[in-house]
């Protein structure tokens, strides 16, 4: 979740910074589902690595939410 977490202040705001906090209880253990059955069903596997699906979701998340992207100085 932390490499997450700095993936995301990277892309979106380098100057944010990403706190630790305890787990809820009704927390996931696991992160990284097992997709051996979309496989095996029907077909599908992931076509987009992580980095460059981030870049999509902020696109898709500032277009939905009328918040403009902030230029580099």
Same mark, same amino acid.
């Given at each position: 979740?932390?490499?997450?977490?700095?993936?995301?202040?990277?892309?979106?705001?380098?100057? /944010?910074?990403?706190?630790?906090?305890?787990?809820?209880?009704?927390?996931? =253990?696991? =992160?990284?589902?097992?997709?051996?059955?979309?496989?095996?069903?029907?077909?599908?596997?992931?076509?987009?690595?992580? =980095?460059?699906?981030? /870049?999509?979701?902020?696109?898709?998340?500032?277009? =939905?939410? !009328?918040?403009?992207?902030?230029?580099? !100085?």
């Amino acid at each position: 979740m932390l490499e997450l977490a700095e993936n995301v202040k990277e892309l979106i705001n380098p100057e /944010v910074t990403v706190t630790m906090t305890e787990n809820t209880p009704d927390d996931p =253990r696991q =992160r990284k589902p097992d997709i051996t059955k979309a496989k095996e069903v029907l077909d599908w596997e992931p076509k987009v690595v992580l =980095r460059d699906g981030l /870049v999509l979701m902020e696109d898709d998340f500032r277009e =939905r939410l !009328a918040v403009p992207k902030k230029t580099k !100085a």
